[in-house]
């Protein structure tokens, strides 16, 4: 399974198990000097809660990265992506279910089965895992990770990855990628996708639960 370059500093849990990268920031940007630093990608925001790019890279590839700050809701956030729906791209998809399925080290694990109708109608299936680190009373970040696992031809590749890391203000810091190679590609699908999401984290972390 191919996976979105950006996991392999913001969500390396997710690839090796719940004790991989123990006690590293996985929200840290890493220095220009770095060699797996992606070519594509946004700084933090300064000023702002939101940044976002998106494009799509010169092996056919439309992307999307966002960078932001939410409010400080950790366990409103926690219950909404264990329950699922806010993973779903409620503007592509027509009709979607969720499945629990288990995934050893992920305390959070789902895949959801979601039909698209356009011009053709297709399905396909996306597997999410998510871990988390609570230190005390105190939650220190959540980390993870979604990829389409079986369905239609017609995508050939979607992958994201999200994390979010405690801020010593009270905020939630979070970095969220998209990944998608499709027929009929346009970067504006996982942008999209994007900035729908960020305004369905908002309105989580706004109040608790």
């Not at 950006?6 to 969500?11: K, M, R, V």
């Not at 960078?67 to 409103?76: C, D, F, I, Q, V």
């Not at 230190?135 to 050939?156: F, L, M, N, P, R």
């Not at 994201?160 to 009270?170: L, P």
Request: glycine share 8%; net charge negative.
């Amino acid at each position: 399974m191919r996976l979105p370059p950006l996991l392999s500093f913001t969500c390396c849990l997710v690839l090796s198990g719940a004790a991989a990268c123990s006690g590293s920031h996985v929200m840290t940007p890493l220095p220009e000097e770095v060699p797996n630093k992606p070519a594509h990608g946004v700084a933090w925001p300064v000023d702002t809660d939101l940044a976002i790019a998106s494009g799509i890279d010169d092996t056919g590839m439309a992307w999307a990265h966002a960078r932001g700050y939410l409010p400080g809701a950790w366990e409103a956030l926690w219950q909404a992506l264990g329950q699922g729906e806010i993973c779903v791209d409620q503007v592509q998809v027509a009709s979607y279910s969720i499945h629990p399925i288990e995934a050893e080290g992920f305390p959070i694990a789902f895949r959801i089965d979601n039909t698209v109708k356009n011009i053709i109608t297709v399905t396909f299936s996306l597997t999410w895992r998510f871990h988390r680190q609570i230190v005390g009373d105190t939650w220190q970040w959540i980390v993870g990770s979604g990829h389409k696992t079986a369905g239609t031809s017609y995508i050939e590749a979607l992958d994201y990855a999200m994390s979010f890391q405690r801020q010593d203000d009270g905020r939630i810091a979070f970095e969220l990628v998209a990944e998608v190679r499709a027929v009929r590609l346009s970067e504006d699908d996982p942008r999209g996708y994007l900035e729908a999401l960020v305004a369905r984290l908002r309105e989580v972390t706004a109040t608790p639960p």
